[in-house]
T-cell receptor, first 112, second 118 residues
């Protein structure tokens, strides 16, 4: 799987939007962009994924650059519960069952 | 619907002893994955089952680790004999079979089994 680059940490105030960036300059045409997060003392959980178009769900939005070499996870209103490590992961869509490969992720702190 | 469950949540053993971790995936999920996170390190893939078959065991650190998934339902991961460096959190995840589909399936993770080797 192609590698991703994320900032080690970010900080946000509660109830403000958060933009978590991810660079994936070596992404291939068959890679989906996945985001997972790991809350303290829990297993990772799925957040969102996309291929080319921007995506929205109840948890977040995913903005994908036109050249697909970067993406941004957007939390519209950060809450204390959103404090977690966020992982941006590429996954080949032609092999639907391949394991996820985790990097270091971005540790998001939310300040009340 | 029950999620992925792991047992035990925490195990403390002495070096040289044996520990067996268990994972019950979501019912109907053919894919089962084991991962671990050693203190201060990234989450690392260990192996992947499709039903009862080992699809990919490239992440297994050495032959002290044995994973099984008899009958394609729950899985066990045995460490024998345990060493100090085996301490960490072991995560299990499951997903539906997406073979032949051009979309990737979400992985559902358990809360992990914390292993402490003294």
């Amino acid at each position: 799987d192609a590698k991703t680059t994320q900032p080690n940490s970010m900080e946000s105030n509660e109830e403000e939007p958060v933009h978590l960036p991810c660079n994936h300059s070596t992404i291939s045409g068959t890679d989906y962009i996945h985001w997972y997060r790991q809350l303290p003392s829990q297993g990772p959980e799925y957040v969102i994924h996309g291929l080319t178009s921007n995506v929205n769900n109840r948890m977040a939005s995913l903005a994908i650059a036109e050249d697909r070499k970067s993406s941004t996870l957007i939390l519209h209103r950060a809450t204390l519960r959103d404090a977690a490590v966020y992982y941006c992961i590429l996954r080949d869509r032609t092999s639907g069952n391949t394991p996820l490969v985790f990097g270091k992720g971005t540790r998001l702190s939310v300040i009340a | 619907e029950a999620g992925v469950t792991q047992f035990p949540s925490h195990s403390v053993i002495e070096k040289g002893q044996t520990v067996t971790l268990r994972c019950d995936p979501i019912s109907g999920h053919d894919n089962l994955y084991w991962y671990r996170r050693v203190m201060g390190k990234e989450i690392k893939f260990l192996l992947h089952f499709v039903k009862e078959s080992k699809q990919d065991e490239s992440g297994m650190p050495n032959n002290r680790f044995l994973a099984e998934r008899t009958g394609g339902t729950y899985s066990t991961l045995k460490v024998q004999p345990a060493e100090l460096e085996d301490s960490g959190v072991y995560f299990c995840a499951s997903s539906q079979d997406r073979s032949g589909l051009t979309n990737t399936g979400e992985l559902f993770f358990g809360e992990g089994s914390r292993l402490t080797v003294l």
